[in-house]
């Protein structure tokens, strides 16, 4: 049985405030679901106290389903912060959180490549849906915007119509906010500046989110759009073209790799993407 120390923690830990140390959404989302998926194992597991032991358990629990070493390690950083917060909040002895801090994280073997498009493949991609509905308007600029501009999810779903502005006689994303507060300016390709007018003609719109849900009627709707409703766009338009296994973060990755086949250097491909370090542009 659970100790109700244990539930106090919890119920802590769940909240917004529990994640305030972490600036980037992407990392807050990721905690917090590694979080719920370790006291989900926790809940099932009998009359278990919470220590290294339980920690390494659910390690091997973890490895059993074959997961990638990155994301087994994330869940166990989850597991370290909240053996973290479970001693500063008086529900847990410093020996036992120093000894849960202590539990290896998984060996990466090489680096894992993703996926990416060929030209022609984010070319059938970016035109997969249909530009005679609204939607497909949409869809189509969001698509273009990820490959060629390399944003991320949470910059897609934050993008302003003021972001876009002309800068020396060509259309930039200005100022972006990315991962960790960093602020970078982006160009956008004349043909990825069509599709997004396209959009914003059609729907109308001329201030706030860039990007807006789109009704079943085919009427534009709400004040944006949701890191998940990016990923839906991606996945639909990646089955049609036969690529099931395709992430929005892989366009991000073909926007790195065309670009460097177009012979652009890694600091510029790194100010692109906004990396803080030039080793993950390498990667």
Known sequence: MRSRAYDCLILKLRKPRSFIALSCPDAQRGYRQAIDEFVDWYCS????????????????????????????????????????????????????????????????????????????????????????????????????????????????????????????????IVELAGKGGHIRTIPVPDWVYRALNDWMVAAGIQAGKLFRKVSSAGKPWGDGVTEKLVWHVVKEFAARIGNDRLAPHDLRRTCARLCRAAGGELEQIQFLLGHVSVQTTER
């Open 45 to 172: 597991e009998p009359r278990l106290s919470f220590s290294k032991t339980v920690v390494v358990r659910y390690r091997m629990h973890l490895e059993s389903r074959h997961l990638a070493p990155g994301t087994i390690n994330l869940r166990l950083g989850a597991v370290r912060r909240l053996a973290y917060e479970a001693a500063d909040c008086g529900l847990l002895s410093a020996d036992l959180a120093a000894g849960i801090r202590r539990v290896r994280a998984v060996k990466k073997l090489g680096v894992r490549l993703g996926n990416r498009l060929t030209p022609e493949q984010g070319k059938a991609l970016w035109q997969a849906p249909d530009r005679e509905r609204l939607r497909g308007k949409r869809d189509r600029a969001l698509l273009a915007i990820l490959l060629a501009c390399g944003l991320r999810r949470h910059e897609i779903a934050e993008l302003m119509v003021d972001h876009l502005q002309q800068r020396e006689g060509h259309w930039a």
